[in-house]
């Protein structure tokens, strides 16, 4: 028996490796094991402890119909959409609103359904007032307002398979309602009235599972579901040591996805060492290069044979699972060819053009398209790039609507502002002759400031009924705008004598073009000041002249947070290339000290971190030398501050610095908060430093005004050259010897007189 327990022990191991392999699959804890193994055991090396979490990845390529853990809310079945979190209150005679739900990325069962709850005046005429519910313009059902529902009424509405296919959908709410049966009942009285309650919801029947037959087709998903309560559901890992396009190509992913929700959350990015010990499962995208991987990737990679395929970028999806949990979710991982850079193909992720050319679950890309430049619209605002459709004015239903325009908070206004309308106005509000006919207005409202338009009084520009209207915007209204111009339309168009308007149009009808603009002159300074921020690093062609230099070592935190500053800096560059900015990479080599010197600079964390800034640390504004205090700041109750000034390396480009000025969180990672950003964006004050203090005060200090009003004697004398001072003694040194010696003669002169 002792001499046949080895042959034993080897056939039952390799039995059990047989067994435990899984067909496309690889297992592993951040060490390499044999392509296809079910263990966590490395080559030539030990076991990890039991306590490592174990990843296993399965290839999708080749599988028509891939299944994966939903991102449905709370991860429980069936979702409950809540429509408004306020009542709202329907008014007149002829009244709708619009409420939006949205369907996740899921399976979703047969028993769904919308519930109105809502209750109305108890005088309105049973016979003649309705309410009425359409899904997506269809409508779905109408019910009689009578004196049973006045108190609380109630319509549930079965939702079939298109009022629950993937993605947004409207719900409108009209009401027709009377309280008499005269036909001019008085639209305005407040007694003639519904209101829709806050307790209204859709009911979806969502599963635990959503599935799909092609993952790069409906890509961004399903890592960001937009109108989905979290709407992020990814995290981004690069390897520990990325090179400097890796981190650059993680960023640009992070802030397209983010760019693509309406919370504009950061996109969380971290190493792959700090993914691989938390352990947590979720939709992962991995982005390097196939060689950097050390952890669970590794095994991926080497099993896959990626580092062998002849590519300029390769997308992989595979299913994921940890520590063989029943749900799975999906890792896409993202690598470069052995001769190519993230540079030249990473925005086949980012530019949404692109995206729409994905298709499958493994896309190897051998000859990448070029990015195309497009052309700039960024020094154009429109109701259209707002995201406004035209607006429609009609008799009837002509009350006010409202668009909210933004201009970038880093232009600097130059001239005279003006919201330049494209018109088309009904044939029948421009007739003039006779005395009875009513004058027409069409009235235009920038931040309560009322413009009003007779239509009579406009010439048509072409014979298609096209007008125009420039409506002026004075300074004082941008003064207290703030960037921010809500626009508000109103039309008055009623015939002559007409108390009511049953019907609506009776072809009468303004159209306002969604090309109307925001004509705002402009340029974008170059200042060393954070009054425009965030110029100049943003300017009207993006961020091609922006350089970000990171320290030789950084963590997942410190990652995140450069997302979400590159996250506010980019809702400013509105350009087809606004995210072709540069990284370079702590310890500097002479080439890049040549290179950065071209670029405008943003460095954030420890200025420890930072050999290059600490060899010229008697330049920067804030250091050891240079405290807070100095500036008239309590250095104890600071918590972050960000500083501009002229860059170490090219006094004609602009250096910016954030940091942490909490000595008691030292070391913690953070350096930035929202709250700063937003301050920056909004405060336009002029300064070379903003501090963000522990009692959440956020201030702006102007170094070159506390410095003026502080100089003084010693200051000035300090600034004058040594020659010069020894020049202006040695002169007053001569007259005063002149004078001792006139003096001198003139008493001798007086004795002898005397």
Known sequence: MRKNWKPALALLTVTTLLFGQGAGSVSAQGQAVPPGAGTAASQGQSPQSPQSPVFTFTSLASQAHAVYAANGP?????????????????GGVNESFDYYYSVPRTTVGSNNYLEIAFSHSELLNATRSTLTVSVDDKPMKSVFLTKETAQHGRIRIPLGAAETAFGFHKITITKHSLLTDNICDDQHDPANWVKIDKSSFAFLDTQA???????????PLPFVEPGNSTEVYTKIVVPDAAQPDVVAAAL???????????THRPIPIVPESEWKAKGDLGHVIAIGNPEAWNGPLKTLVADQGIAERDQKLGLDYYQMRVNQSPAAKLLLLVTRGKESSFAETIHLLTDQEMNKQLAGNQLVVKQAPGQSAGKSQSHILSLASAGYSPIMLEHGNSGTQQVVLKIPSHWKITGDVSLDLQMKISPLLMQSEGEDKPQHQLTVTVNGVPHTVLLQQLK?????????????????????????????????????????????NKGRWIFVDKESTLDVPHEVPAQNSFQYWPAPFVQDDGMKNTAFLLPEKWTGEYLTQFSMLLNEMLKEADHPQGNAFMIFQEPLTEKDVQAISSYHVIAMGDLEHYPSLLQ???????????????????????RYVAWVQPSIWNPQRTMSFFQDADESKAGQGSFLHADLLQYLKNAHEDGQIVVMSKSNDIF?????EIVAKETGFDEMVGNISLWLIGGVLAVFLILLVIYIRMLKVEKKKAKRKG
């Open 74 to 90: 709370d991860q429980t079945l069936g979702t409950v959409l809540r429509l408004a979190s306020e009542p709202v209150t329907l």
């Open 700 to 704: 702006t200090v102007q170094v070159d």
């Open 252 to 262: 640009k992913v992070a802030t397209s996805l983010s760019a693509q929700t309406a």
């Open 209 to 219: 599972q959503a599935s799909s037959s092609d993952l790069l087709k409906e890509y």
């Open 460 to 504: 048509p520009v072409d014979k298609n009924d096209g007008y125009q209207v420039r409506v002026p915007i004075s300074p004082a209204v941008l003064k207290e705008a703030n960037h921010i111009l809500t626009v508000a339309f109103s039309a008055s168009m009623d015939l002559k004598g007409d108390a009511c308007a049953p019907e609506n």
């Open 616 to 638: 010229a640390e008697g330049q920067l504004l804030v250091n050891e030398i240079k405290p807070l205090n100095q500036y008239h700041v309590v250095n104890e109750t600071t």
